[in-house]
């Protein structure tokens, strides 16, 4: 970073203030999303200028156009697979004691208080941390020393990437990460800028939420940290701030510690279920072109960042964010990563590449919106595959005419008519209507002493989430979480076992009756054809089988 033509100190601590950071009484630090600093020296300029007062309107245009997009009616589609079981784990809500990160559960909670039906609340918590991306981006690339360009460049980048659109269309862990790790990178951009000490707690705190979300934060965390050290962030570990940022980030992910440690460390067993079947067909280069292809409209973008932290003087004070975000695609390299794990990162690479092409850009009229126009074309491309806007038959056409086989390739290898999570989307209320159809053709007396049981966790979800509309009981299932939770009842006369076979099933069963299919064409191969069974009589004591069975991941 070139240097002013003089200090600028403090008033009244006599203390050297930092490019950046206002001294006291010159406004201090605002923890809001667009924090205000009296000066800030924009990167690759002789002198300190100072910082717009707001972002620009369009950038609030487009968060909200991103909210608008993602509330819409999606036709033909219900709740996805996950987004089931997260439901569920809200009804099984304890903070300290559960096998996933618990603040899924806790916004599950929140989806269901909402007032309307669950799935839009489930819909509208997930839109709104994605219009919170958008804005916090732009405010980075602000921070940055990006102009108005820049601003609306890195607001625009997250539109067109089907990554996050994915992630705001659903209600998991992924967009909860993803914005918790831009507000980390919003408070290291600031550091770096020289902002006020504090900013270490706002990134300590994000951090926190990142390990309350997901376990791939100690991932991040190391990459971040590896970035600091490589800069001259490395002189404030002779401060309390980067400490009392550990301790804080500690603090709030406890929870999800807990959790693990009271359940024997289940993470340890899907984690390694999860490297033997789906990563072990992640290759390196598919790994690294699924950055690329998960980016779609954004890449130049992630690109231009990629480079631009190690090659332009614009972005150097800045380097340390390019060596976090390389230092963490090694790292899940190594460890054998999806493609989208990488995705907290990519907002880091889509400021500093707006940042660098909002630069050049400022000044030329035609080329700046001929960037715009090929934004907005590749975005209305990606839309249908980002958002699911189309019926899923018209999707599938869509999907055959675009022809991007990737897109719609399970993690297991399987090529299918429309994207893995759209076909995650259907037929789950369908399969909760057959199973009620046969429990309330029994008689009384078997009704009142019935366990039904989801053969995955996403039959059982879908028991759960429509068992009171429907007057069923509570489903039980050896499937993950639900296992913890028990089978409900200890001698049952008859257990309904939504999926299996009638093969499989009189190993286990005197008496299995096929009740009848569930067809749904354009699901998951595995949600193809599930039957529904009536099974009495099991061949040792319930609850001994059950011990026996165990729980099931993957």
Known sequence: MARSHGPERGKGNGRTARPGEAGPGGGGLQFGLTPLLSREMV???????????????????????????????RPGYGFHRDELLYLAMADHLEPLRMQFPPLIALLGKVAQLLPGPTLWGTRLVSALALSAIIVIAATTARRMGGGREAQVLAASAF??????????????????????????????VSLLAGGDRKWWLVFGLAAGLGGLTKFSAAIFGIAVATGALL?????????????????????????????????????????????????????????LSDQMLSAFGAAPFLLLGLVGFFTTRRLRPFRPLGIAAVAAAILFLATGGKGYYLGPMHPALYVGGAVWAGGLLSSRPWPRRGVLAAVVAAGLVVLPMGIPLLPPPSMARYSAAVGITRAVTTNFGQVLPLPQDYADMLGWREQAQAVARVFHGLPQEERSRTVIVGGNYGRAGALAVYHEELGLPYPASRHGDFYAWGPGMSDPAVVLILGGSVVELLEIFEEVEDAGAVLNPMGVPEEQEVRVHICRKPREPFLQLWERLGVVWG
């Not at 510690?257 to 279920?273: K, T």
Request: net charge positive.
């Open 231 to 287: 800069s001259p962030l490395r002189r404030d570990l002779r401060t309390r701030w980067p400490w009392l940022a550990v301790a804080t980030g500690a603090l709030v992910a406890l929870p999800s510690v807990l959790g693990q440690v009271a359940w024997d460390w289940p993470f340890l067993e899907q984690a390694r279920i999860l490297r033997e079947t789906q990563l072990a067909r992640v290759t390196p280069s598919a790994f």
């Open 43 to 73: 990167p690759g300029m002789d002198a300190p200028a100072p910082t717009r007062p707001s972002l620009p309107r369009t950038v609030w245009v487009l968060s909200g156009l991103s909210l608008a997009l993602h509330l819409l009616p």
């Open 159 to 188: 539109l067109v990437s089907p990554l996050f659109m994915r992630a705001g269309a659903l209600f998991q862990p992924v967009v909860f990460e993803q914005l918790w790790w831009t507000v980390a990178t919003l408070a290291f």
